[in-house]
């Protein structure tokens, strides 16, 4: 059973266009973090979004953590070939340093 | 060093073979994590030390999966007879106890013939 269900899991879009990766489950999450990874490489913490209803900003993505803390987005505007990679949402069950279930991922490819 | 360190990058082993996966995490990072990542999917937990604490071993697969932990620093990956079924890239982190960001290493990508 998969806790954290992505989508989409492939996404292919034009420079310069917005778009929006969401991450669901029917968990509730004490943390959820969105992670991007680069081919040949482990993933890199972009965010960690804790209280429902959070909103955080990080330049050009915007990171949302839903009321019920169930689910999460991102959505990144104006996008950049830089942006292509492997988009990763994980949620903790529980407060503190715990282990934490992966998302299915979503794989990004910006076209220049 | 600066990051959390894996070793080896590739491995390619023959089915049945026992192999051995290192993990070096950040110093004083006392909680350390072993995950699993099979080709373009997310990350599959496996198993969690933190300090001096039985580790959580809740996400092993198998009893052919092991993991250690020497000194609260450096940590062993060990696959006993492997099977096909193991390729993977096996990604160990490390974290601040108080901290909820983990820090990963590259990878080791195994491949069982």
């Known amino acids: ?112 | 060093g600066a990051g959390v360190s894996q070793s080896p990058s590739n491995k390619v082993t023959e089915k049945g073979k026992d192999v051995e996966l290192r993990c070096d995490p950040i110093s004083g990072h006392t909680a350390l994590y072993w995950y699993r990542q099979s080709l373009g999917q997310g990350l599959e937990f496996l198993i969690y030390f933190q300090g001096n604490s039985a580790p959580d071993k809740s996400g092993l697969p198998s009893d052919r999966f092991s993991a250690e932990r020497t000194g609260g620093s450096v940590s062993t990956l060990t696959i006993q007879r492997t099977q096909q079924e193991d390729s993977a890239v096996y990604l160990c982190a490390s974290s601040l106890p108080t901290s909820g960001t983990q820090y990963f290493g590259p990878g080791t990508r195994l491949t069982v013939l």
């Open chain 1, 1 to 112: 059973t998969q806790l954290l269900e992505q989508s989409p899991q492939f996404l292919s879009i034009q420079e310069g266009e917005n778009l929006t990766v969401y991450c669901n489950s029917s968990s509730v999450f004490s943390s959820l973090q969105w992670y991007r990874q680069e081919p040949g490489e482990g993933p890199v913490l972009l965010v960690t979004v804790v209280t429902g209803g959070e909103v955080k900003k990080l330049k050009r993505l915007t990171f949302q953590f839903g009321d019920a803390r169930k689910d999460s987005s991102l959505h990144i505007t104006a996008a950049q070939p830089g942006d292509t990679g492997l988009y990763l949402c994980a949620g903790a069950l529980n407060f503190g340093n715990e282990k934490l279930t992966f998302g299915t991922g979503t794989r990004l490819t910006i076209i220049p």
